[in-house]
């Protein structure tokens, strides 16, 4: 039973074009795209490296080959990252001091004081920037970066 889901889990990652997470280097390089994800204290980090098995692959499949889901709203699709890893949660109100009790609905913009920023990095010398582009169609190659960060109560951390 287990092998068969590593098959169905090969398969998976066969689609959508990226070949595997693997560990970084002891250098800490990543010999494809590096995925890191700053939940500010809503949930534990996260920093995977993925390889791809082309020469280029969108944001949404790189962070699916990593383990990490994402949720867009119903307004703007994937456009807009409203959750990931469901952070936050569809049923806990989050509490920000000077705002009311939110709930993420999902359903249009997040709140400007709870919501997450995509981030890339060209190489990994560069800085990180806001990504100009939803998760679809932004295309990443071997030796950028992609970034998640949830920004709650005016600060907009960077991954």
């Excluded at 390089?29 to 939940?39: M, P, Q």
């Excluded at 490296?49 to 383990?67: F, P």
């Excluded at 004081?113 to 990095?121: D, E, M, Q, R, T």
Aim: aromatic content about 8%; glycine content about 10%; hydrophobic content about 40%.
């Amino acid at each position: 039973m287990k092998s068969s889901y590593a098959l169905l889990f090969a398969a998976i990652l066969t689609l959508t074009g990226c070949s595997n997470t693997t560990e970084f280097a002891s250098d800490g390089s990543c010999d494809g795209v590096a995925v890191v994800i700053n939940f500010s204290g809503e949930s534990e980090n996260l920093e995977r490296c993925v390889v791809l098995n082309g020469n280029s692959e969108t944001a949404k499949n790189v962070l699916a080959s990593a383990g990490i889901s994402v949720e867009g709203t119903k307004a703007f699709g994937d456009a807009v990252v409203c959750r990931v890893n469901n952070v936050p949660s569809k049923d806990s109100e989050l509490l920000v001091e000077g705002e009311e009790p939110y709930l993420e609905t999902c359903e249009d913009m997040p709140a400007a004081f709870a919501y997450w920023g995509l981030w890339v990095k060209e190489s990994p010398q560069a800085d990180w920037g806001y990504a100009m582009e939803g998760i679809s169609s932004l295309q990443l190659t071997k030796g950028q970066s992609v970034g998640l960060a949830f920004s709650i109560g005016g600060q907009a951390p960077t991954p």
